[in-house]
């Protein structure tokens, strides 16, 4: 991307970032593995175009509070709205709510045996009912933002780490989605190839989306982040500024979580 | 920012010396063990090749026994008036094939010296063959015995060497990278076979004035080797025209037609070509034309009608619809109605997910129309009374029965079997049990029993005035029972697409039935192809099963009723011939399948890591 983006992404999460209404709201959302308990009473909200890091060990739970966002995984206990609906068993709700939320996973998930364009297309055609030409217009569109309008043609596995994720971010885009969950998003790609997808991630949290991204880039968090949270045995512990929190953590467990990665 | 390489890469080390006798020495001889395994196995593949050849060339072989019964093994009892019938079949198939190589550009090019080294392997199997033959070696210990047959061998043997050795040597500095179109080469050995089909003489059956059978050599009749020739032109024509013009129309519309021409094909060539069907105009137009129509016109308003629908109304109206069309078994009606309504009913329940908008839902009330038209036109064909006579039992017998049987449970099998994989997998507990209990069940029964249960139970079950015919009650039987195998195969492949895949579908909102039709299913049905094929392989030939319901397919002609044959000759006892030439057949037919499959899966793999 240009420099002069990266300039601007100094001052994200500040002025000129107004935060609107909430997007998210959960209450109190527990959810169970078995008799492991995995989430122990989540209670956040998300404000539309902010911007949410959340870091944390592994196994803290972070993945599966986001995966709950869109019901990949199904909370038990609490309630969750999205843009006013809540995520209940009725999959009407379900697939309304999933077609406003974009997911970028870590392992990307590109359908291997369709061309880049066509994994893009495929949604908006067949869950927007667009016709396919205002569809693949629409690709190729975010195919451009996500610097690889060339790779349309090819398939998933003919590209690098990095194309992949940006086709995977294009492919949730595609769905003109109100907020996009990012899951680890650059944790399985080569160190190289992660600035290419943070990079359209900063871009993307500049344009206003609203986001909540899970990653162990502390760059990102501090950079781009209006919020972080840091989530351990299930529960948030902390949560602040990214000013706040790298600078000023309250909690003994987010001092020893940052002086072991830092 | 560039960086350069300053560093000049290193040559690569000279290739470690090669050769004939290198490559002996590292593959055949490397160890004690390995050299007694390359002796014995020697030893063992000249004895099987001996055997062979003085089984095909012993002087009391019977070979008149498959030449005169040629018509029986292909066709059985099909009017030979009508005869042009069957070579138009073989013509379709052959022009379509010949099309599809140009379209597809299949193709390609093999080295001169691979080439070389195929003819180079005929050549050394001739000589083989003049030495350990009948006449050979073996024929006699003190020397030959023949010395005539075993110098052609030998002869036509050292000449394709030579040939061969010169195609993989001449010009050595361009042989290495000159390459030959492998259609030519295929072209090259259909001139041949023709050449053969005129000039060699094979065994025909014959009597002497005084009455006694003897076999003489003959010219193959004049009834094969001309439509032979005629039609390896059509399909070498075809394929010239076809390239001249695939660069003028788009490939994505050529390849699409082609492909619905094969699928087409099938039920023209049986229903129409072959069968002749007696043209009823006053039934069409009383009866066809109004269901088709009304089935076409008011089904789509329907569709479209719960394609626009956002709510529940219009999965509502769908279950209706499925409830009807089930309840329409127990309702006396034509099949024709139950047909439709189910279809109906399928295109309804699919409407929500796949209705789409604009050219979409064109697409799709494009689609119901087509189905609707299809079948009316299928079931009006099969109905009516065919204009051939044929003597005997059955319509069709032969390799054309075996065929026919073939083709049609594979085809029908299909669908059922991914309904039933499905089921299995769904969530919802009533399918799983249905589908479990259905694989288990005709899994568990062998096809012998299946076939009888259809010859002799299904008539009892069916309601009264409803008959099927014999070929028919055995493409039932086989497609249900190769439907359960197709089933567990299509799982495996369900199984074996990752739960990222269904997430990320989710993820973007498509529904659980678009997930299966655009993500799972296809992913799935690649990954199976070679369990597929092998499943299509071991079909084709269990379809000589049906020989024990009183079906005279090929395997029936050469094992029981040409070996009892008395008129206009005596071929008792011939068996062995017949069986022999049976099992090449079926061999042929089964090595294509998996030429293709393999293609099939180079092409599919593109792309994926």
Redesign the interface.
């Known amino acids: 991307m240009t420099t002069g983006n990266e300039e601007q992404t100094e001052t994200a999460g500040q002025p000129g970032h107004v935060l609107g209404e909430p997007m998210i709201i959960t209450d109190d959302v527990k959810k169970w593995f078995g008799d492991f308990q995995a989430l122990k009473g989540i209670t956040t909200s998300v404000k539309e175009r902010e911007v949410v890091v959340i870091i944390g060990p592994s196994g803290s739970g972070k993945s599966t509070f986001i995966r709950c966002l869109n019901r990949l995984e199904a909370h038990q206990e609490g309630s969750i709205f999205i843009d006013g609906t809540e995520l209940t068993n009725d999959i009407k709700n379900v697939e309304k709510i999933r077609s406003e939320v974009g997911m970028v996973f870590q392992q990307f998930n590109l359908f291997p045996h369709l061309t880049v364009l066509d994994n893009i297309t495929l949604a908006p055609q067949w869950v927007r009912k667009l016709p396919k030409d205002e569809a693949q217009e629409i690709g190729v569109q975010l195919l451009e933002r996500v610097g690889i309008p060339e790779q349309a043609e090819k398939y998933p596995g003919q590209l690098s780490g990095g194309q992949q994720q940006r086709v995977a971010i294009a492919r949730s885009l595609a769905m003109k989605p109100k907020i996009m969950l990012f899951d680890e998003p650059t944790s399985a790609l080569d160190p190289e190839m992660i600035k290419e997808v943070l990079d359209v991630m900063k871009e993307l949290a500049l344009s206003g989306m609203t986001m909540i991204v899970v990653t162990h880039e502390m760059g990102f968090a501090r950079e781009v982040a209006d919020r972080v949270l840091f989530f351990d045995f299930g529960t948030i512990v902390e949560a602040g500024t990214p000013e706040h929190f790298f600078t000023n953590p309250q909690h003994d467990r987010t001092k020893l979580f940052l002086s072991q990665i830092l | 920012m560039t960086i350069e390489v300053l560093e000049t890469p290193e040559l690569a080390p000279e290739p470690p010396p090669s050769g004939p006798r290198v490559w002996a020495k590292n593959n055949l001889f490397s160890s004690p063990a390995s050299i007694v395994l390359t002796v014995v196995t020697t030893l063992l593949v000249l004895g099987v090749y001996s055997g062979l050849l003085a089984f095909v060339f012993a002087g009391d072989r019977r070979w008149d026994a498959v030449t005169f019964n040629m018509r029986l093994l292909m066709v059985q009892a099909y009017p030979t008036s009508q005869f042009a019938r069957v070579w138009v079949s073989v013509g379709i198939v052959i022009v379509l094939l010949a099309a599809t190589l140009a379209i597809y550009r299949v193709g390609g090019s093999t080295t001169r010296r691979k080439l070389g080294g195929n003819i180079m392997s005929v050549g050394a199997a001739a000589v083989l063959g003049g030495l350990v033959g009948p006449w050979g070696l073996e024929a006699s210990p003190v020397g030959i015995e023949d010395p005539t047959t075993v110098s052609t061998w030998v002869g036509v043997g050292v000449v394709l060497l030579v040939a061969g050795y010169l195609t993989r040597t001449l010009n050595t500095e361009q042989a290495k990278a000159a390459t030959v179109p492998v259609l030519g080469v295929t072209v090259a050995l259909i001139t041949l076979v023709l050449i053969a089909m005129w000039t060699i003489e094979l065994p025909f059956p014959a009597r002497t004035p005084n009455g006694t059978q003897i076999s003489v050599q003959e010219p193959v009749a004049m009834s094969t080797r001309v439509p032979w020739t005629v039609l390896a032109a059509i399909g070498i024509i075809t394929y010239l025209l076809v390239k001249l013009a695939r660069d003028r129309i788009d490939e994505r519309t050529a390849r699409n037609t082609i492909a619905g021409l094969w699928v087409a094909s099938f039920p023209v060539i049986v229903l129409v070509v072959l069968r002749d069907p007696a043209a009823d105009l006053t039934r069409a137009l009383t009866w066809y034309v109004p269901v088709a129509l009304g089935f076409g016109v008011l089904g789509g308003l329907l569709l479209n009608f719960i394609a626009s629908q956002k709510g529940e109304l219009g999965r509502i109206l769908a279950a209706v619809l499925v409830v009807v069309a089930l309840g329409s078994i127990l309702v006396p009606m034509e099949w024709l109605i139950r047909f439709l309504l189910l279809l109906l009913a399928v295109f309804a329940l699919l409407a929500p997910?796949?209705g789409?908008?604009?050219?979409?839902r064109r697409r799709y009330l494009g689609g119901w129309l087509g189905t609707v038209t299809v079948v009316t036109l299928v079931v009006a064909l099969i109905t009516a009374p065919s204009t051939v006579e044929v003597a005997s039992a059955t319509f069709l017998g032969g390799l054309a029965l075996t065929l026919v049987l073939s083709v049609s449970a594979i085809v029908l099998s299909f669908p059922l079997g991914i309904l039933l994989a499905l089921g299995r997998t769904s969530k919802m507990p009533i399918f799983r049990l249905m589908s479990t209990t259905y694989i288990e069940v005709v899994r568990g029964v062998p096809l012998i029993t299946w076939l009888l249960v259809a010859f002799i139970m299904l008539p009892v079950a069916l309601p009264p005035g409803v008959e099927i015919g014999g070929v028919a009650r055995a493409v039932v039987a086989l497609t249900l029972f190769n439907a359960a195998y197709m089933a567990e195969n299509v799982r495996g492949g369900l199984q074996s697409v990752?739960r990222?895949?269904y997430?990320?579908?989710?993820?973007?909102?498509?529904?659980v039935t678009?997930t299966t039709v655009?993500?799972s299913m296809?992913?799935a049905l690649?990954a199976v192809i070679p369990a597929l094929v092998g499943q299509t392989i071991a079909l084709f030939k269990d379809t000589s099963l049906v020989t024990i319901v009183g079906l005279f397919d090929f395997l029936h002609i050469a094992r029981v009723v040409i070996p009892s044959q008395t008129q206009p000759f005596v071929f008792l006892g011939t068996i062995k011939e017949t069986l022999l030439f049976a099992a090449v057949v079926y061999w042929m037919f089964t090595f294509s399948f998996s030429r293709m499959s393999l293609r099939l899966e180079k092409k599919l793999g593109?792309?994926?890591?």
Not at chain 2, 356 to 360: A, C, L, Q, R, S
Not at chain 2, 503 to 511: F, K, R
Not at chain 2, 606 to 609: A, D, M, P, Q
């Open positions: 997910s796949f789409g908008e604009g050219i979409t990752g990222g895949q997430e990320a579908a989710h993820a973007v909102g498509l529904s678009q655009f993500i296809p992913q690649k593109v792309g994926e890591r």
